[in-house]
């Protein structure tokens, strides 16, 4: 969320009542044609463009509901308290609320002044409402969750006409471990009191609320590799990597790794193959797993199916890896000479490929997938391979 990004509704210069006077006849010609206007903003055109049929105000959860969803979205509450020390003061004064809301588009906290809020909750904008664009029309904190970005709605801007009084102005909160939404936090008020430096203080807080997010993130990761470390769960001889529960390393012994791995879906204790690790034994942790290098000679069985796949074995230990055609004959390929191949030599001996190029693409997205099984230049296997046929 950077502030060349950013795209106030109004400049200074504009006068808000006039704004609001073009852009409904805007708004009614498109409520009348369904054609989006030249003249509209990109994001109010996307966003005009998304709108369907929108069924109207739900019923809002209950208090108790709405006390689970807070529970549950434990990061999201954490930085409430610093998204109202940054935000409340400039609500209070312009007369407007501020909204946090859950990764659904629940309001799930509301604070400000009483008049705001009573005109607020004669829209149904209230604690427990969702407000998602296919809810309610296109607004700034359903339009946030659908753009990922900070988005301010002036007046006619808003699909539901009952909104035009309103100017809104959301930034999405991101969680930092996996980019995946948490919630989204909006300031709300009359469209009189439309500013655009609001863009960038609800930006601004939004980020160091992520900020802050991180900060807790890397402690946390520091946490996990102390504990790793006091509780003798990592062997001194062998290959070790301590991750969290989103593959963010904590610790890397005898493994040349990012800041992150991708952790195959549905993790167990047990033996694994972990794209760009290779085979390794995960042993849960507290918040994350150890991985240990697998110590048996690995060998690769190639299958082709259908579906294709490959069987990684090493000693007791095995894990399926399923492939897609192309990489079944690329690794046959490969299997048939370990004195290892050029991409010119690739492509020379795989049917249906076009240029060095496409073939040195294919075997990138394959050695992500493998490991340390694919080496290059020239490509070769690393391990015993050989195709095994029903």
């Given at each position: ?7 106030a ?18 708004h ?11 003249l509209l903003r990109p994001?109010?055109a996307?966003a005009w463009?998304?709108q ?6 739900l019923?809002p959860?209950g ?10 979205a434990e ?5 409430v308290?610093?998204?109202g ?11 407007n609320?501020l909204?946090?809301s859950?990764d659904?588009g629940?309001?799930?906290w ?11 909750e004669?829209?149904?904008?209230v ?11 296109v607004n ?9 970005r900070p ?6 801007e ?5 909104q035009h009084?309103?100017v ?11 980019g995946t939404?948490?919630g989204v ?19 601004m807080?939004?980020g ?11 402690d ?15 062997p ?5 990597l301590v991750v969290?529960?989103a ?9 040349g ?7 195959p879906a549905?993790?167990?204790a ?5 794209p760009?690790?290779g085979?390794?034994?995960a042993?849960?942790l507290?918040?994350?797993w ?30 399926e890896i399923?492939?897609?055609?192309r990489?079944?004959?690329?690794l046959?390929?490969?299997?048939a000479?370990p ?10 001996r ?9 073939v ?6 394959l050695r ?18 050989a195709?095994?046929?029903p």
């Amino acid at each position: 969320m950077t502030q060349s990004r950013l795209e106030a509704a109004l400049t200074v210069f504009d006068d808000p009542t006039a704004k609001a006077r073009e852009l409904l006849g805007l708004h009614r010609a498109w409520s009348t044609s369904r054609q989006i206007p030249d003249l509209l903003r990109p994001v109010i055109a996307r966003a005009w463009q998304r709108q369907g049929t929108v069924p109207g105000h739900l019923r809002p959860l209950g208090d108790a509901a709405v006390a689970e969803r807070r529970d549950r979205a434990e990061d999201l509450a954490s930085v409430v308290p610093l998204l109202g020390d940054r935000l409340l003061p400039l609500a209070a004064e312009a007369g407007n609320e501020l909204v946090v809301s859950d990764d659904q588009g629940y309001v799930l906290w509301v604070s400000g002044p009483a008049p705001v809020r009573r005109k607020s909750e004669e829209l149904g904008y209230v604690q427990g409402a969702r407000w998602r664009e296919r809810d309610v029309g296109v607004n700034a904190l359903g339009t946030a969750m659908e753009e990922r970005r900070p988005v301010q709605i002036f007046g006619p801007e808003h699909g539901d006409e009952d909104q035009h009084p309103w100017v809104c102005t959301s930034a999405p909160l991101l969680d930092p471990r996996t980019g995946t939404l948490l919630g989204v936090v909006t300031l709300s008020g009359s469209y009189r009191t439309a500013h655009p430096h609001t863009l960038s203080l609800v930006t601004m807080a939004a980020g160091e609320a992520m900020g802050l997010l991180r900060s807790r993130h890397a402690d946390g990761l520091r946490r996990l590799a102390r504990d790793a470390g006091q509780r003798g769960v990592v062997p001194a001889r062998v290959a070790t990597l301590v991750v969290d529960d989103a593959g963010w390393v904590a610790s890397a012994h005898g493994y040349g790794v990012g800041e992150r791995i991708r952790l195959p879906a549905g993790l167990s204790a047990g033996p694994a193959w972990v794209p760009g690790v290779g085979q390794v034994f995960a042993e849960p942790l507290d918040g994350g797993w150890l991985l240990r290098a697998a110590v048996a000679q690995t060998q690769l069985e190639l299958r082709p199916g259908p579906p294709p796949s490959a069987l990684m074995r090493s000693g007791t230990d095995a894990t399926e890896i399923p492939l897609t055609a192309r990489h079944f004959e690329l690794l046959t390929l490969l299997a048939a000479h370990p004195q290892g191949l050029d991409a010119r030599e690739v492509l020379s001996r795989l049917d249906g490929a076009q240029t060095e190029v496409t073939v040195r693409a294919e075997l990138s997205r394959l050695r992500r997938r493998l490991g340390g099984l694919i080496e290059s230049r020239p490509y070769r296997l690393t391990v015993p391979a050989a195709v095994v046929r029903p």
